[in-house]
Every structure is written in C-alpha cells, then in structure tokens.
C-alpha cells in the first residue's frame, strides 16, 4: 500500500500544519515592528518602558503556563485533545488583535497580552506534539527545516511591510487583518479533522502510515 508521503517526503498533515505556522506568522509579523510605535502613540500611558513590561508579561506568562498545558495533554490518550487545544487557543489568540483596536489605556494591553499569553500556551505544545506525531520516518530534520523556513520568509516579509501597511491603512486595519490571517490558520485545521484520532497516539501514528496518498 502506499503511504501518506508526497515526492518530498511531506505528508497532507504536516503540510497543513506548515501551513497554519506561515499564515500564523506572517499575521503577528505585520505587528512586530509597529507595536512599540502603537503603544506610545495611541495609547493612554504609553511608554517605552511599558513596552518591556507589555512583552515580558506575554513570555513571562506563556513560559510558566506552557509546562502545565502540555504535561495536561501528555497525559491525555488520543491526539483529539491535541487539535482542540490547538484550535482554541489559535482562534483567542488572534481575537486579541482586535482587541487593540478599541484599547485605550495601557491596562487594556495588559490584559490582552495576558489572554494571548495562555492562547498561546494552549498552541505550542499542541501544534509542537501534532507536528512531532506526524512525521514521516526519515524526513523528520526535513520537515522542521521547511517550517523553519517558512515562519523566517513569513517573519521577514511582514516585518517589511508592517510599517508600510500602518502608513497606508493605519492601525486598526492592520490589527484587523492580523485577526483575519490568524484565523485563517486555525480555519486551514479543518482540512486534517479526519486525520485526528481519539484513539491511542501510537495506534494512530500506525494507521497514518498506510494511508494513501492525498
């Protein structure tokens, strides 16, 4: 029987998986360069240093929340635990965006990045153990170099037209086609639900390398 393996050693899952990192990142992307200039002049007590405390609540959160999430689902036999995790956390994630279009004050950010902070630690372990899960047997440095790949063309690109798309259409639309773009991967999910499985992850694994070609 053939297996769920293109010419290039890419399976439909990871595929999509690529897919949802790009469309993820290249969204976040456009805020990277324009957030700081966001937060001093458009909102209230905005400053410099309250970019650093703005960033270091996101990490600082996400870092210690993250160990827990992913031990949870660890535990958890199946891997459907896995894409629901994924999926939730993707789609708050990027409702945070449009978070910052009616946000005023500097306390407003603070909760936002709070929210996505625990958003987001429900999406990397998850997408990280799918990911891991999924990989074709000696395709594995491959199939993480292609991500990589991806998320620096995505990173790079958005960065250079962050600041352009800002002059251009300002900053409520940027945020709001960061929402649109981070929905978009957790849409682009939807393509793999038949190949999520309830059952035992090691079962699953087995049974995805007698699938057929996609």
Same mark, same amino acid.
């Given at each position: 029987?053939?297996?769920?393996?293109?010419?290039?050693?890419?399976?439909?899952?990871?595929? #999509? =998986?690529?897919?949802?990192?790009?469309?993820? /990142?290249?969204?976040?992307?456009?805020?990277?360069?324009?957030?700081?200039?966001?937060?001093?002049?458009?909102? /209230?007590?905005?400053? =410099?240093?309250?970019?650093?405390?703005?960033?270091?609540?996101?990490?600082?959160?996400?870092?210690?929340? +993250?160990?827990?999430?992913? /031990?949870?689902?660890?535990?958890?036999?199946?891997?459907?635990?896995?894409? +629901?995790?994924?999926?939730?956390?993707?789609?708050?994630?990027? $409702?945070?965006? =449009?978070?910052?279009?009616?946000?005023?004050?500097?306390?407003?950010?603070?909760?936002?990045?709070?929210?996505?902070?625990?958003? @987001?630690?429900?999406?990397?372990?998850?997408?990280?153990? @799918?990911? #891991?899960?999924? !990989?074709?047997?000696?395709?594995?440095?491959?199939?993480?170099?292609?991500?990589?790949?991806? !998320?620096?063309?995505?990173?790079?690109?958005?960065?250079?037209?962050?600041?352009?798309?800002?002059?251009? !259409?300002?900053?409520?639309?940027?945020?709001?086609?960061?929402?649109?773009?981070? $929905?978009?991967?957790?849409?682009?999910?939807?393509?793999?639900?038949? /190949?999520?499985?309830?059952?035992?992850?090691?079962?699953?694994? +087995?049974?995805?390398?007698?699938?057929?070609?996609?």
């Amino acid at each position: 029987m053939k297996t769920n393996v293109n010419n290039m050693g890419i399976n439909k899952v990871i595929r #999509t =998986l690529i897919a949802c990192d790009f469309l993820l /990142q290249s969204g976040w992307g456009l805020i990277g360069p324009i957030f700081a200039i966001f937060l001093i002049s458009q909102i /209230q007590y905005g400053s =410099l240093p309250m970019v650093g405390l703005v960033v270091a609540t996101y990490w600082i959160v996400k870092s210690l929340a +993250q160990p827990f999430i992913a /031990q949870y689902l660890d535990l958890k036999k199946g891997e459907y635990d896995d894409f +629901q995790f994924l999926m939730v956390g993707l789609i708050i994630a990027n $409702l945070v965006p =449009l978070g910052y279009v009616f946000a005023t004050k500097i306390s407003h950010i603070f909760l936002l990045e709070f929210i996505r902070a625990l958003a @987001m630690a429900c999406v990397i372990p998850s997408w990280a153990a @799918m990911f #891991t899960r999924h !990989i074709d047997k000696g395709w594995e440095a491959f199939s993480w170099s292609i991500d990589s790949t991806m !998320i620096g063309l995505a990173m790079g690109f958005s960065a250079a037209f962050g600041g352009i798309f800002v002059t251009i !259409i300002g900053f409520q639309t940027v945020f709001a086609l960061v929402s649109i773009m981070g $929905l978009g991967s957790a849409l682009s999910l939807l393509f793999i639900r038949k /190949q999520i499985s309830n059952k035992d992850r090691a079962a699953t694994a +087995q049974a995805l390398k007698v699938e057929k070609t996609i």
